[in-house]
């Protein structure tokens, strides 16, 4: 007996500096809004090149992954945050949420996308995009309604209970939208506009894929939102047509960060450093229009016939997010919670 129990005591022992407690695998956390269609191939890229870290997921809403590092910075359970975006990250990194960090490549990027407030930057883009008008034509058509192709002309008698957009309080694509016109309008007349647009207004969605997709159902007329799946869709042959705004189009960066924390793991860093690499910068401008690489356009971006930039309506991006909660108090008060 005394024997088996020596064998067993250095089987144990074994084990323990082999590293056979049944997985070698470290693990991390990772905060993400990314589309749940996208992140498959993403992480497939990553699991591929570093088959020893396990990835676990948490994706939702960029307005629900910005309350959950907040609600969380004191004890943070994530260790990377991939993909929300940039007006929600420099609202937060007031909290002191994010790890100052170099990227290898930062030389590669556009300065507009990435962090240049601090020193060191707190967040750097994964990619960008814009509001647009996702049209049902067909149903239009059948209406005998004009395809509209400014904010105005969304006001019209013909589109009452016929129009959706994203929850601004939910969706990233829905902020941007309504910041935008603040951006163009100024903010009271902003709000004079959104007062009059809420009666056309059938449904404030979660998020800002929704408005294109079930418009393209035959759900609505028009969704405000956001502009690769609009173009994704009309390239597919679905029932959409996309319209860039006349007046220019609201908006806003994914962007990744470090989470601080006492003790911040290599894997981590790793999984930092690849989701910013040029590699995988260029599988999101396959589906994104904006993208932070000098020199490059995304395939979308060329949906758009003229200067892309031209399309984006100037945006000052510290204004926008800290004012972030007080313009989002005035929302829920004027058009309630939405979705």
């Keep these: 007996m005394k024997k088996v129990l020596t064998i067993i005591i250095s089987l144990i022992m074994a084990c323990s500096l082999l590293g056979c407690s049944g997985s070698s695998k470290k693990s991390i956390t990772v905060y993400t809004a990314f589309e ?3 992140i498959e191939k993403y992480l497939k890229d ?4 570093y088959p020893d870290i396990e ?22 359970r994530a260790d ?34 990435y962090d240049k407030v601090n020193e060191e930057p707190h967040w750097v883009a994964n990619s960008g995009w814009m509001n647009v008008f996702a049209v049902n034509e067909k149903e ?23 129009l959706i957009m994203p929850n601004p309080a939910s969706s990233g694509t829905g902020y941007l939208i309504i910041s935008g016109l603040m951006e163009k309008m100024g903010e009271e007349k902003a709000w004079e506009y959104l007062d009059s647009l809420d009666k056309n207004m059938k449904e404030y969605s ?3 894929t929704a408005p294109v997709k079930q418009t393209a159902q035959g759900e609505f007329l028009v969704g405000i939102g956001a502009d690769y799946t609009a173009i994704q869709m009309e390239k597919k ?18 962007v990744s960060a470090l989470i601080k924390k006492e003790n911040i793991k290599e894997e981590a860093k790793i999984f930092y450093e ?45 204004w926008v997010s800290e004012n972030r909660n007080r313009i989002l108090k005035e929302w829920e008060k004027r058009y309630g919670v939405g979705e």
């Design 274 to 318: 690849w989701c910013l690499s040029e590699e995988v910068l260029k599988m999101y401008a396959e589906n994104r229009t904006l993208t932070p690489l000098k020199g490059y356009t995304s395939e979308l971006g060329k949906a758009y016939a003229g200067d892309i930039n031209e399309q984006m309506i100037p945006c000052n991006l510290p």
């Design 206 to 208: 979660h998020s800002g």
């Design 36 to 38: 749940e269609e996208y």
């Design 55 to 76: 990835v676990n997921l948490v994706r939702d809403s960029g307005g629900v992954v910005s309350s959950k590092l907040l609600i969380e910075r004191e004890n943070p």
């Design 80 to 113: 990377v945050v991939w993909g929300i975006a940039a007006s929600n990250m420099v609202f937060l990194d007031k909290y002191n949420i994010f790890e100052p960090y170099t990227v290898p490549n930062l030389d590669q990027f556009n300065e507009s996308f």
């Design 140 to 162: 239009l058509s059948d209406k005998g309604i004009e395809t509209p192709k400014n904010y105005d002309e969304l006001l019209k008698s013909e589109f009452i209970n016929s």
């Design 237 to 254: 042959g679905e029932c959409i047509k996309t319209i860039f705004p006349e007046d220019g189009s609201g908006w806003d960066l994914d």
């Design 46 to 49: 990553f699991k591929e090149k």
